[in-house]
């Protein structure tokens, strides 16, 4: 099992920027893929960003420009500084990680951190 946790969420003034931080403990093995997602009331779970172990980042339409996600393998840590924040970005924000062994998807979750951008 692996246990996610994040912190960093809050309330910030549009235009303004927040940095969300995520460590990762239990079975962690390497190769794995971490990664941010949001969920807007009474919309789905979307991603937001992610970074492989060896640094190949991939970002969702509403972050590119804005958001940047990095990650400490030697701390299984990952992060995402947001810049920029627009109501629209108002959310809760989830980290996740998952990883393919022999096949098999092994995904976790955090329990995820709220966001909110006034106008």
């Known amino acids: 099992q692996v246990q996610l946790v994040e912190s960093g969420g809050g309330l910030v003034q549009a235009g303004g920027s927040l940095r969300l931080s995520c460590t990762a403990s239990g079975r962690i093995f390497s190769n794995n893929v971490m990664g941010w997602y949001r969920q807007a009331t009474g919309k789905q779970r979307e991603l937001v960003a992610d970074?492989?172990?060896?640094?190949?980042?991939n970002y969702g339409d509403s972050a590119k420009g804005r958001f940047k996600i990095s990650r400490d393998n030697a701390k299984n840590t990952v992060a995402l500084q947001m810049n920029g924040l627009e109501p629209e970005d108002t959310a809760v924000y989830y980290c996740?990680?998952?990883?393919?062994?022999?096949?098999?998807?092994?995904?976790?979750w955090g329990q995820g951190t709220q966001v909110t951008v006034s106008s």
């Open positions: 996740n990680t998952w990883r393919i062994v022999f096949g098999n998807r092994y995904e976790y």
């Open positions: 970074i492989t172990s060896s640094g190949s980042t």
